[in-house]
């Protein structure tokens, strides 16, 4: 039964089909203090830019009924800090690494790309769905042709297997994701944050200084699972699925839903043992169900 | 699991936590304190530590109701268990050389521990103690006993009694408004500083960068790098 959680994801075995979503996980070491992090199947690093940015200015979290609103902004070092720092502090964590890019522009992307290729990452996880960036990555993710176009680039330049991040406010989110299949991607993930806002009602304020932020937590579970079920009907290419994960239960319905990994990211923060947890649950539940591989499970609903 | 031993209303709004089960953290340290096994609210809180008695195993807080979180932690009675993780942060430096503290409100209770441990490592250095609050003091009497110079400032600013030509190092947590007003005077009377800061945070542990305050140095981490920084890195 050890085996029961392997799971082949892009031509990558992971052992469990648990990640640790990007920016919710720094690059890995700094939840070794509170957790085994090499018992996870992956981690989804800190999303980079090019460049490094220094994140928006003001509130940056902010709590609502089983969620929470960020406006981080993708605060990160840079792809070229992570391909001589961050990188090794990853693989020293025994789990697949995944780098998470962003950008600014197609240029951004195709040269955060190609400097990825120094290392040997897993997996490439292509954000084109940050809410908390003008001008950022979301906008890329929004329609299907804006997608195709900026996955297209950066295939042709990465040597790693191509995971592309979709953003649930896409105006027709399976559009997109077929669009991202056909133009060369190896896999997706979904959803990032849901677009939100929260009014300081004290000061008659804006909570965040950039307007909006990302929803994430079990709040958007519900919907995010209905977007994985639908794009996992659309696509031939494996799909993450992430929102809201917090529980066995909510790995379970996503994979049923037919995703061959799933991420947890806001549930950490308040159980940094949640993912561990889940892990744990999933290894019992094939034992109980009598499965060789959770695999068989996929797809069933 | 930790349990509550004691957690008591000592001031409007304002409650002293005993936990159970807990021990080891150093002073300017904090745990992350959740005080509901539901989804809603969602986070723990960073209370800092106000004291800790590893003997007993136990770490004792202060800490204001301002919100949904800490209005559900002021309702756990004796008994109740509660989730906490940490200690996290870097904590005080011990320093061999006279000390004055300067907090306010709710910012007192760092420095509660700092003060203790002060006079258990350096019990013939000075310990000067100045407390400033908005309308009503509290803990005040315990802090005494560790001073040699002692103050308590209700409804005034709290620099008023602080005399910054002193031969001291200066540490101070309180309102942003106020840290400011020392950073300024120890600037102009050439005195060291250090802060401690307060920031939303969600992990606690430096992965989500929620907490990131500007330095001189650039951003840096409450929750990790801080929560106590050098005067000049923050305020320039």
Known sequence: MSNC????????????????????????????????VSRLGGISGKGLTLNGSQGNTGIRVWETPAGILNSIGLENPGVRHFVEEEYAVMRQTGCAVIANLGGH?????????????????????????CPNVKEGGMAFGMTPETAAHIVRLVKEV?????????????????????????????????????LGMAVDVKRRKLVFDNGYAGLSGPAIRPIALRMVHQVCKA??????????????????????????????GTATFGDPSAMLRIIDGLEQYCAEQNLANISEIRGIV | ???????????????????????????????????????????????????????????????????????????????????????????????????????????????????????RLFPNRK?????????????????????????????GFVTDDVNFDRQAIYVTCGPGPMMQAVAKLCREHGKELYVSMEARMACGVGACLACTCKTAKGNKRVCKDGPVFKGEEIYE
Do not use: W
Request: charged letters at 20%.
């Open chain 1, 158 to 194: 990465t040597r790693h297997p191509l995971l592309v991040k979709l953003s649930p406010n896409a105006f027709d989110l399976v559009a997109v994701a077929k669009a991202c299949q056909e133009a060369g991607a190896d896999g997706l993930s979904l959803v990032n944050t849901f």
């Open chain 1, 105 to 129: 522009s197609e240029n951004d992307y195709v040269e955060g790309a190609q400097l990825l290729n120094q290392v040997d990452l897993d997996i490439l996880e292509l954000n084109i769905s």
């Open chain 2, 127 to 155: 310990l000067n103690i100045h407390l400033g609050f908005r309308e009503e003091s509290y803990f005040t009497e315990e802090f005494q006993e560790l001073a040699d110079e002692f103050s308590v400032n209700i409804g």
């Open chain 1, 5 to 36: 959680l392997e799971t082949n994801l892009l031509g990558v075995t992971l052992k469990n089909p648990v990640i640790a979503a990007s920016g919710t996980f720094g690059f890995g070491a700094e939840y070794a203090p509170l957790m085994d």
């Open chain 2, 1 to 119: 699991m930790a349990v509550v031993m004691r957690n008591q209303e000592i001031s409007p709004d304002i409650f002293h936590l005993v936990v159970g089960g807990i021990s080891g953290g150093k002073c300017g340290q904090f745990y992350m304190l959740k005080p509901n096994d539901t989804l809603d609210p969602l986070l723990g809180r960073p209370i800092s530590i106000l004291d800790c008695d590893d003997e007993h195993n136990t770490t004792s807080f202060l800490y204001q109701v301002v919100g949904k979180g800490t209005d559900l932690l002021s309702r756990l009675r004796t008994g109740d268990y509660l989730a906490v993780t940490g200690p996290f942060g870097n904590g005080f430096p011990a320093l061999d050389a006279d000390v004055t503290l300067i907090g306010g409100g709710i910012g007192i209770a760092p420095l509660y521990y700092y003060a203790r441990e002060q006079k």
């Open chain 1, 235 to 264: 696509v031939t290419i494996p799909v993450v699925g992430l929102g809201g994960i917090a529980t066995t239960e909510d790995a379970l319905s996503f994979l049923m839903a037919g995703a061959t990994a799933i991420q947890v």
